[in-house]
């Protein structure tokens, strides 16, 4: 195969049209012309050239070296799994939630104390309330059987649903 354009020699040699263009205008050594084989071994010789550095890097004057720099981005990744697993546990949560029409638990057990307090207070008046409607002569015989009533059937009934 001809190569007739610079961006047929980029391809051949392994890099961007944009790498090969930095490179004609950078270096004064390189290929002026569209010689495939004398760009690649130009090449080859720059990638043996370029000095590989000493393999640490100095961050806020702390040295790291690449090992320190792999582990640091190991456990990036797995706080970031983490991460993801309990935004989607919570994304599932709420799916669920909308779907099922369903409140949060904190919410549910607010509007139950708001609903039965009230109720739990005008419930325990009552005996006193009626009593002696219930037994003119001895108003405090009735209330402590409206009482009793009361904690046997209604109160008894209501820790049964509780309990569950």
Not at 56 to 85: M, N, P
Not at 96 to 108: C, F, G, W
Request: with cysteine.
């Amino acid at each position: 195969m001809k190569i007739k354009t610079w961006k047929q020699i980029a391809e051949h040699i392994g890099v961007t049209p944009q790498t090969l263009s930095k490179w004609r205008k950078d270096n004064e050594n390189c290929p002026t012309t569209k010689d495939s084989e004398a760009w690649k071994l130009w090449a080859a010789t720059r990638a043996n050239s370029q000095e590989k550095g000493s393999g640490r890097i100095a961050v806020a004057g702390k040295e790291y070296t690449a090992a320190d720099i792999a582990d640091l981005k190991a456990k990036l990744i797995a706080a970031q799994e983490r991460r993801e697993t309990a935004m989607a546990q919570i994304r599932e949560l709420e799916l669920y939630q909308k779907k099922e029409n369903l409140i949060p638990e904190s919410d549910a057990t607010e509007a139950m104390i708001k609903l039965l307090t009230p109720l739990r207070r005008l419930i325990d008046a009552l005996p006193r309330q009626v009593a002696s409607q219930a037994n003119p002569a001895d108003p405090n015989i009735a209330e402590l059987a409206i009482r009793n009533g009361l904690d046997e059937r209604v109160f008894s009934e209501i820790e049964k649903l509780f309990s569950r």
